[in-house]
């Protein structure tokens, strides 16, 4: 089953909901939730606990920097915004308008955003940045309460993403009361609603699909890119993905594809 949606992936092809792993469907049982308890971490193990940068990353041509919005993302190409990444162990590669490792590519290569380089690596003038990797957003998923939401920013103009709550936390701020999502509901959300929640440390990631070249799909899956290559195809990469009513961080993804980064940095 895994080889198979794998190969899906790869090809571009969504992989039916049968191959998808949803998250915890419980509370972590270590750190219960408590409405008047607000963490402002996030953990990737049950030591390691990290910020959430607060919007996708992009490239303005220059240096890398913050989506002003955490609904915010480019849907069209443009070498002055590229918000899109191409899982590569070259950074420049990484921004690219084409992708031109296939030759090269290796199931040991060292994601250009991996732990080990975050001193490196500076977005905003900040370093100690780096993407996780698919066992630590696996660990997300399952230790965190989420939902998925329609994002009403005005009549007319909606995003879809998924919304997760910070550590130890399991009750969303929804229309002035706390709710506990059910998983197999996709919520509307309005801005009010979503800013409170923002204030209250959750993170908002958009479902911005991906790139291939400079072509930008509309689907409304987010495919996030993790620090892990693909441990049977040299030419791919796992992928923390979603859509409505799926997950998974397990996502075969082929690196000719682009997909958003959402940054971390110890605590």
């Not at 049968?18 to 750190?31: K, Q, R, W």
């Not at 009361?177 to 509307?188: A, E, G, K, L, Q």
């Not at 991906?210 to 930008?216: C, E, L, W, Y």
Request: proline share 5%.
């Amino acid at each position: 089953g895994g080889v198979t949606a794998a190969l899906m992936a790869v090809a571009g092809v969504p992989v039916p909901a049968a191959f998808v792993l949803t998250g915890c469907e419980e509370d972590s049982p270590d750190n219960p939730s408590d409405p008047g308890t607000e963490n402002d971490y996030f953990k990737l193990s049950d030591t390691k606990r990290v910020e959430m940068a607060s919007s996708n990353l992009y490239w303005d041509g220059a240096r890398f920097r913050f989506e002003p919005e955490a609904y915010s993302y480019p849907k069209a190409w443009d070498e002055a915004h590229v918000g899109h990444f191409y899982w590569s162990k070259n950074l420049a590669q990484s921004y690219a308008q084409s992708y031109d490792e296939y030759e090269s590519a290796r199931i040991g290569d060292l994601f250009c955003w991996d732990e080990s380089l975050k001193s490196l690596r500076t977005v905003e003038g900040d370093t100690g940045w780096y993407v996780p990797s698919a066992q630590e957003w696996d660990y997300l998923i399952s230790h965190h309460a989420y939902l998925y939401c329609n994002l009403i920013k005005v009549a007319g103009d909606t995003v879809f993403g998924l919304m997760v709550l910070p550590y130890g936390t399991s009750q969303f701020l929804l229309q002035g009361s706390r709710v506990s999502p059910d998983r197999r509901t996709t919520y509307n959300m309005g801005m009010a609603d979503f800013q409170s929640n923002l204030q209250h440390h959750a993170a908002f990631f958009p479902g911005a699909f991906h790139r291939d070249g400079s072509r930008i799909g509309l689907s409304r899956d987010g495919k996030y890119l993790t620090s892990t290559p693909f441990q049977s195809m040299p030419d791919a990469a796992e992928c923390f993905n979603f859509y409505e009513y799926g997950i998974t961080a397990w996502f075969g993804l082929g690196r000719g594809f682009g997909g958003s980064i959402r940054l971390v940095r110890n605590k």
